[in-house]
């Protein structure tokens, strides 16, 4: 993974609240055994008809939002299935931040770990920059992750938070892996300690 | 003495490898459930780092979301569907993981045949690549689910950093009246909620209502924790769980199952301990409950009538719910009772289980399907297949003029063919009515087995107790 930098762009507004991860990514392009080539499935039923055409309101399909970084989202965004086919298709598209009032946790915790960074803010800083958005649709967000703020065009800036474990993998570009691996020690002590429940693979089994 | 902890606490506890300040703890996971759509890519992620499965002993595996219901015998015809079978079936060969693959007489959804094996028990974390395991959490389990990056977090290191959420109480009181339902709580508490009112948090049902229910109902209850965004659901286990647990395949058995038990009866929360949050349902004024809308927390009592937007209490509300029934082609004020069908499924991790079967075979015995509906049962696994069948109630799906089917998600998530066309609208004993989740354009109304197979017989939404009504006791 990249390490995270700063940077800046306009967004894309997308504010309904509750937005599901089977509206993120359908189902039935979670039939697949790798993570790319997902950006195109995204929030294919709003974003095309049936025969695949674009359903030119939607507002991926205007012109002037391709190329755009950032997901300006409504509440709660992600719930639903843990499908991590979410942030492999926002990633896959071009998005590297959603920013929103709260996450669902498992699509939280998904997106952290394929270097998309969940911005929650408060409801008055997020209400701020929608209108902001609304009044001039080109506005420029920049997204930084190590003073944790976005600024603003008119020179204002908003703290947000990532948990300080997250924010270090994401500056590093390292993944949660190889810390977990480090602790084989400690985890190996802890079987030791306590023998397993089960044997999945005893003759009883499957 | 220690202080007093909830039931959730006692699990986190004890299944701590590393706590350090400023990072999220290194929790054990006893069992690891995988199946064929979210660990491709975490198998392909240990192949790439040269790394074996820590522990596949502490692993199972079956295929339920993207595999057929019909004939079992015949080849997959989806061909991206097959490709991922087969690579679950390598990947599991390779890695010594046990698979109740295809035509394994253990196979099912995944959530329904961890406690039907026993493998499934109470005081373990459980974890698994689908957002319902929390349906484990009946028994007593700290059970959640996780992306697929977390999948191969646990397949190499059988453990997970996690941070602690909060424990949030779903207290019960009273009695289900007769016709109402576990899944009836269920979304009583979602419609009271929200979607998102979980969030952060684990929920444990406690209360007299929730004690009275069986292991099964209590199931229904679990799984769908996750669409009040808890990722975790749990019930404290009793005498109703361990009686379940008793005598199947991978319960402990003699002195083990002596010492099992007394290590579970010290699980329940303790006297004074405290929840982060809480709510109280009266389960004795619920009626059987409806989603109108297209997420799980748009639900009313079936002799409601669907909100009005011009009344919402702010317009994010009021924007949600125009274009829920935008989408769902209904009108404000309208009653859904009577509206008709063309779809009846039953079945699901929700909903798929013998008792569910039973209550749904009850009202159909002797009745035919309405002319024009097509009615889909779907057992949860190859066992309740088996025993649906010996008990006759296969024979009466069928004489009803419902389809009897093989084990697996089905409809519930519409990957294998099993699908609603555009604009048909369904009941659904399932648990998620979001767009399109049981076929692009399909409309669902989540509902209990009791109300689908009520509504099966009508062609139209129907409560359950003016049926249950003219054959007496037929009860939740």
């Given at each position: 993974m990249e390490p995270f930098r700063p940077f800046a762009s306009k967004v894309v507004p997308l504010l309904a609240d509750n937005v599901?991860?089977?509206?993120?990514?359908?189902?039935?392009?979670?039939?697949?055994?790798?993570?790319?080539?997902?950006?195109?499935?995204?929030?294919?039923?709003?974003?095309?008809?049936?025969?695949?055409?674009?359903?030119?309101?939607?507002?991926?399909?205007r012109p002037e939002m391709r190329g755009r970084q950032i997901l300006l989202a409504g509440d709660n965004f992600g719930a639903g299935s843990s499908r991590e086919h979410a942030p492999w298709a926002l990633v896959g598209y071009g998005f590297r931040a959603?920013?929103?009032?709260?996450?669902?946790?498992?699509?939280?915790?998904?997106?952290?770990?394929?270097?998309?960074?969940?911005?929650?803010l408060p409801a008055e800083a997020h209400g701020g920059i929608a209108a902001m958005v609304e009044a001039d649709p080109d506005v420029e967000l920049a997204v930084d992750l190590e003073a944790g703020e976005v600024r603003l065009p008119d020179g204002s800036a908003v703290g947000f938070e990532v948990d300080p474990f997250s924010r270090r993998m994401l500056l590093e570009g390292t993944d949660e892996l190889g810390f977990l691996l480090a602790q084989s020690e400690a985890v190996a002590a802890y079987e030791a300690a306590n023998p397993a429940r089960v044997d999945t693979t005893a003759a009883a089994g499957a | 003495m220690a202080s007093p902890r909830t039931l959730f606490a006692k699990l986190w506890d004890r299944?701590?490898?590393?706590?350090?300040?400023?990072?999220?703890?290194?929790?054990?996971?006893?069992?690891?459930?995988?199946?064929?759509?979210?660990?491709?890519?975490?198998?392909a992620g240990l192949a790439a780092r040269r790394l074996k499965v820590r522990r596949p002993d502490l692993t199972l595996a079956t295929v339920d979301h993207s595999i057929p219901t019909h004939d079992r015998s015949l080849p997959i015809a989806d061909e991206l569907a097959a490709t991922q079978i087969r690579q679950l079936e390598k990947n599991c060969a390779e890695h010594g993981i046990p698979l109740a693959g295809m035509h394994s007489p253990n196979q099912g959804i995944v959530h329904v045949i961890g406690p039907e094996l026993g493998i499934t028990q109470?005081?373990?974390?459980?974890?698994?690549?689908?957002?319902?395991?929390?349906?484990?959490?009946?028994?007593?389990?700290?059970?959640?689910?996780?992306?697929?990056?977390?999948?191969?977090?646990?397949?190499?290191?059988?453990?997970?950093?996690?941070?602690?959420?909060?424990?949030?109480?779903?207290?019960?009181?009273?009695?289900?009246?007769?016709?109402v339902a576990a899944k009836d709580i269920i979304?009583?508490?979602?419609?009271?909620?929200?979607?998102?009112?979980?969030?952060?948090?684990v929920f444990e049902y406690t209360g007299p209502a929730v004690r009275a229910l069986s292991m099964e109902q209590r199931m229904t209850i679990c799984n769908m924790s996750i669409e009040g965004g808890a990722r975790a659901g749990m019930v404290a286990p009793d005498d109703t769980t361990f009686s379940?647990?008793?005598?199947r395949p991978f319960a402990p058995k003699g002195g083990d199952w002596d010492r099992a038990l007394a290590d579970w009866r010290s699980l329940p929360t303790d006297e004074g301990a405290t929840y982060d949050k809480s709510v109280t349902l009266d389960a004795g004024a619920l009626e059987p409950m409806i989603t109108y809308g297209t997420n799980p927390g748009m639900g009313m009592p079936i002799t409601g009538r669907i909100p009005d937007p011009a009344q919402a209490a702010d317009s994010a509300t009021r924007q949600a719910?125009?274009?829920?029934?935008?989408?769902?082609?209904?009108?404000?004020g309208e009653p859904l009772v009577g509206q008709p069908v063309d779809v009846v499924f039953i079945g699901s991790c929700t909903n798929s289980r013998i008792s569910d079967l039973r209550q749904a075979a009850r009202m159909l015995q002797g009745g035919k399907v309405a002319p024009g509906v097509r009615v889909l049962v779907v057992p949860g696994s190859q066992d309740v297949k088996r025993q649906a069948e010996v008990e006759g109630?296969?024979?009466?799906?069928?004489?009803?003029?419902?389809?009897?089917?093989?084990?697996?998600?089905?409809?519930?998530?519409?990957?294998n063919g099993d699908e609603l066309r555009p604009g048909q609208y369904a009941v659904s004993t399932s648990n998620r009515n979001f767009e399109g989740r049981q076929g692009a354009g399909g409309r669902t109304f989540l509902a209990s087995p009791l109300t689908a197979a009520a509504t099966a017989l009508a062609g139209r939404i129907t409560d359950p107790r003016t049926v249950v009504a003219a054959s007496e006791g037929v009860s939740a």
């Open positions: 599901d991860t089977d509206q993120v990514i359908p189902a039935r392009f979670l039939k697949v055994t790798d993570k790319t080539g997902l950006g195109d499935a995204l929030f294919s039923d709003w974003r095309y008809h049936a025969d695949g055409s674009p359903r030119p309101e939607f507002v991926l399909n959603v920013v929103s009032t709260s996450f669902a946790d498992i699509f939280q915790g998904n997106a952290l770990k394929n270097g998309l960074l969940p911005i929650a | 299944h701590v490898v590393v706590e350090q300040p400023g990072l999220p703890t290194v929790l054990y996971i006893d069992l690891h459930l995988v199946h064929e759509v979210t660990s491709p890519q975490a198998f109470p005081g373990m974390t459980i974890v698994c690549g689908d957002s319902h395991t929390s349906t484990h959490g009946a028994l007593g389990a700290l059970a959640f689910g996780i992306g697929t990056s977390e999948v191969e977090h646990v397949l190499a290191t059988q453990t997970l950093l996690q941070r602690r959420p909060k424990a949030y109480e779903v207290r019960v009181e009273g009695r289900l009246a007769p016709g979304l009583a508490l979602l419609a009271r909620i929200g979607v998102g009112g979980g969030t952060g948090h379940y647990v008793a005598g719910l125009d274009k829920a029934l935008t989408y769902m082609a209904l009108r404000p109630l296969a024979d009466v799906f069928r004489a009803a003029g419902a389809e009897w089917r093989e084990s697996g998600c089905s409809m519930c998530i519409a990957m």
